[in-house]
């Protein structure tokens, strides 16, 4: 009996001395520092605006959601802001696990909305036999990227009284592998596993290239035909905007000044634009085969080669 203790006894020992799993320090953007308010409740942004809402009462329903997500976590409540932690340990005599989940929400009055933000980490390791290792999903990794599309959706239907969402099945072979859903885990909210088309006016709007004098206009399309099981996902300025397909692209109208672009598959491509007032800006998303999954590479052209490439393209509605 004393051996077998003394095993447990070095599983546990095994999973503290080499334990590397830890959330990082969750800071949500300031709420208050966007200047558009955001009306979308499925988009994976970290950052909402809410009308007829005080800040106190967007705390409240943000609890509820995550008290239904993890019943045994505590929550603080702070001046303008809710933290949950759960912690889970368990082991026996071949196995040693821990789990550890923080989220913080703030919620500020900014004149007659209450702006509202959120973060969440995530952090997991586990042991058998000797064997394991660790995982940390959170903000703090910027080549991960968290959608808090359900949360905000759960957060809004505790606001309404509406009926509670519930996560839907859907490919995982259609989501980059770097996609993390919290609330759903290997279950994620369907919208996001399908490639949503703008209409023809956005298309026809988007391909006369006519920006303003006080924008800019950035294109990312995918002219190749090959490919066509393996959507790509496009990120700009770290906020997903959705999945590309064969034939497809899309275009934002930005404030002049410095964005990034990412394009993200096993590997993540990503290109700095400083961008001009009234400029056009292409960059082309290419699919790379190799072992494994299929990798993807970001490359800017110039305008006439990006203008005839948008032109054999469709337009994609992007998240924001």
Not at 213 to 242: C, F, M
Request: aromatic residues 10%; hydrophobic residues 35%.
């Amino acid at each position: 009996m004393r051996s077998l203790s003394g095993f447990t006894a070095f599983l546990i020992g095994l999973l503290a001395l080499t334990s590397c799993a830890s959330v990082p320090k969750l800071e949500p953007p300031d709420p208050t520092h966007v200047h558009e308010h955001p009306t979308h409740v499925d988009d994976p942004g970290q950052v909402r605006h809410f009308k007829g809402v005080t800040p106190d009462r967007l705390l409240l329903a943000a609890e509820t959601v995550l008290q239904r997500h993890r019943p045994k976590a505590r929550f603080i409540h702070e001046r303008d802001s809710l933290v949950m932690e759960y912690k889970w340990f368990a082991y026996s005599l071949v196995f040693a696990g821990y789990e550890e989940e923080r989220w913080v929400v703030v919620a500020r009055q900014l004149g007659d909305v209450t702006a509202a933000s959120v973060a969440m980490g995530l952090a997991a390791e586990g042991y058998f036999g000797g064997f394991g290792g660790a995982t940390v999903h959170s903000d703090a990794n910027r080549t991960l990227f968290i959608n808090y599309g359900m949360f905000w959706t759960r957060l809004q239907s505790v606001l309404d009284g509406s009926s509670w969402p519930e996560c839907e099945k859907s490919r995982q072979d259609h989501l980059p592998w770097n996609f993390y859903e919290p609330l759903c885990g290997d279950r994620t909210y369907k919208r996001l596993s399908v490639i949503e088309m703008a209409s023809a006016d956005e298309d026809t709007k988007a391909k006369s290239f006519a920006v303003p004098k006080n924008k800019s206009w950035i294109y990312v399309y995918r002219d190749e035909l090959h490919g066509t099981e393996i959507p790509q996902a496009v990120a700009l300025n770290g906020e997903l905007a959705g999945q590309t397909g064969p034939r497809t692209y899309f275009m934002w109208e930005v404030d002049p000044g410095g964005h990034e672009v990412s394009s993200i598959a096993k590997n993540t491509s990503t290109l700095k634009l400083n961008t001009e007032p009234g400029k056009t800006y292409f960059l082309r998303q290419e699919v790379k085969f190799g072992l494994g999954k299929a990798r993807t590479q970001l490359q800017q052209v110039g305008e006439h080669t990006g203008r005839k490439g948008v032109g054999e393209c469709k337009r994609v509605q992007s998240n924001f």
